[in-house]
């Protein structure tokens, strides 16, 4: 029975590969979750599953593209994991049902799909080579990260508890947009517009005017410049129909604001 970790760190790469032309439509993301659920020996009948935990990181990767150094990172951490030729054979597998999902086939993920292939014929999976990634596996992840290569589950918690504070730093993150807005003071913004766009999408629809109306209120009452009020509405309203956390993102609200 193939690992839950390497059945994580595969369906990480299996993500990636989806990314590969650098969209997702929403109708690939639905076949993608299903294919992720369907992985050989992950679901309640096979005897690995994922904790909502688990989820909730793939969800960090299909909602945002990965891009190619990104992507060499989770390839590496899936080099590391894999164990036998059993695993080896599971990950070439799933990758070829992705690519066959939708019954089209880009030269982009075919190409991606080469360097992954590649990538994972090439761990030797003998005891030598098991013995030999114990060491080169926590190396090649120290060195990734010390070359600077993204890692966005370095911020998983603020994807949990604050989402779009977490958007909002993935769109200035590499930008040459400085807001000029204390950290602690970004997160309650956001929080804020998020509860506004929780109200101004009762009825499924956000209207320009109620966008404004946003932006007004945010520029007024909490003192930001109109392109922070702008940004954070923008990211509020995109978000705020993908599943947020209402409960969630009320109770931090509350914490964060508590004797303000």
């Known amino acids: 029975m193939a690992d839950r970790n390497v059945i994580l ?3 990480r790469v299996i993500v990636a590969a989806a990314w590969a032309d650098g969209e997702l439509h929403p109708e690939e993301i639905a076949s993608l979750k299903d294919l992720l659920f369907h992985l050989p020996h992950v679901g309640p009948a096979r005897g690995v599953e994922f904790p909502a935990a688990d989820w909730a990181r793939l969800e960090m990767y299909i909602q945002s593209p990965v891009n190619a150094a ?6 590496a951490e899936l080099q590391a994991a894999l164990r036998t030729p ?5 990950a070439l ?3 070829d049902n992705l690519l066959q999902a939708d019954g089209v086939v880009l030269d982009a993920e075919l190409e991606v799909m080469r360097e992954i292939r590649a990538a994972l014929q090439a761990v030797d999976l003998g005891v030598i080579g098991q013995i030999a990634r114990l060491i080169r596996g926590p190396v090649r992840r120290r060195s990734a990260a010390i070359a600077g290569a993204p890692n966005r589950e370095d911020a998983f918690e ?5 989402r779009i504070y977490y958007l909002v730093r993935e ?3 590499g930008g040459t947009t400085d807001l000029a807005i204390p950290d602690a003071d970004m997160r309650k913004l956001s929080l804020a517009g998020g509860l506004m766009a929780r109200v101004a999408n009762i009825d499924r629809t956000v209207t320009s005017e109620e966008r404004d109306a946003m932006i007004a209120v945010l520029q007024a009452d909490w003192g930001v410049s109109q392109a922070a009020a702008a940004l954070v509405a923008e990211v ?4 705020v129909a993908n599943d ?3 409960f969630r993102l009320t109770r931090e609200f509350f914490s964060s604001t508590d004797g303000d």
């Open 171 to 173: 769109r200035l993150r």
């Open 9 to 11: 760190a595969l369906a």
């Open 70 to 75: 990104e992507r060499n990172r989770l390839i």
């Open 244 to 246: 947020l956390d209402y």
């Open 158 to 162: 603020d994807f949990v508890k604050n």
């Open 86 to 90: 059993a695993d080896r054979e599971l």
């Open 236 to 239: 509020a309203v995109s978000a």
């Open 93 to 95: 597998a799933a990758l």
